[in-house]
T-cell receptor, first 114, second 114 residues
């Protein structure tokens, strides 16, 4: 069985500040890990994913995440927040046998203050 | 090109009624997934199709829920004897079916059971 915990259902940062959204997972097999973003009235959009190889993964819009096996974490970061980053962010884990069958966290709503 | 299309975008129905939710995946995508997202939660896996067959239906909550994909493209999620607890956003996603291929989500159908 797999699970995902996103620490903090709401995160607020100032424009230009560091964004850090936390995600911890549990998995009995080597995981695939994902971050998705959901803008209001839009579908989920893949930000980045980790499957194998390099543990620091870069995604779209300047976001990146680091897979830390020892900490079972996959935190999402961005050095400088933009107003357009305001959205809901979901972390997800899947087994490497079917990357599409994912277990999602409950999401973190990011607010960016001017 | 066109993304994943879900219709209707909103559906209001009375308790006990039957509903059908439609998903048009990206052309050529062999894998199709249904998820359900309740308020304040992340998406929850329901069922996965590879081609025409349901490869994994372990997420369907009970036998009132059924999904088909008769020609390996469009899929319909069917809910019988709807209950108020079925109210949620139903998400469809498709992928090329390769092991690491990303999911492409539709905007969802918001189902409200009154």
């Amino acid at each position: 069985a797999q699970s995902v915990t996103q620490l903090g259902s709401h995160v607020s940062v100032s424009e230009g500040a560091l964004v850090l959204l936390r995600c911890n997972y549990s998995s009995s097999v080597p995981p695939y890990l994902f971050w998705y973003v959901q803008y209001p009235n839009q579908g989920l959009q893949l930000l980045l994913k980790y499957t194998t190889g390099a543990t620091l993964v870069k995604g779209i819009n300047g976001f990146e995440a680091e897979f830390k096996k020892s900490e079972t974490s996959f935190h999402l970061t961005k050095p400088s927040a933009h107003m357009s980053d305001a959205a809901e962010y979901f972390c997800a884990v899947s087994e490497n046998t079917n990357a599409g069958k994912s277990t999602f966290g409950d999401g973190t709503t990011l607010t960016v203050k001017p | 090109g066109a993304g994943v299309s879900q219709t209707p975008s909103n559906k209001v129905t009375e308790k006990g009624k039957y509903v059908e939710l439609r998903c048009d995946p990206i052309s050529g995508h062999t894998a199709l997934y249904w998820y359900r997202q309740s308020l304040g939660q992340g998406p929850e896996f329901l069922i996965y199709f590879q081609g025409t067959g349901a490869a994994d239906d372990s997420g369907l909550p009970n036998d009132r829920f059924f999904a088909v994909r008769p020609e390996g493209s469009v899929s319909t999620l069917k809910i019988q004897r709807t209950e108020r607890g079925d109210s949620a956003v139903y998400l469809c996603a498709s992928s090329s079916g390769q092991q690491n291929s990303p999911l492409h989500f539709g905007n969802g159908t918001r189902l409200t059971v009154t």
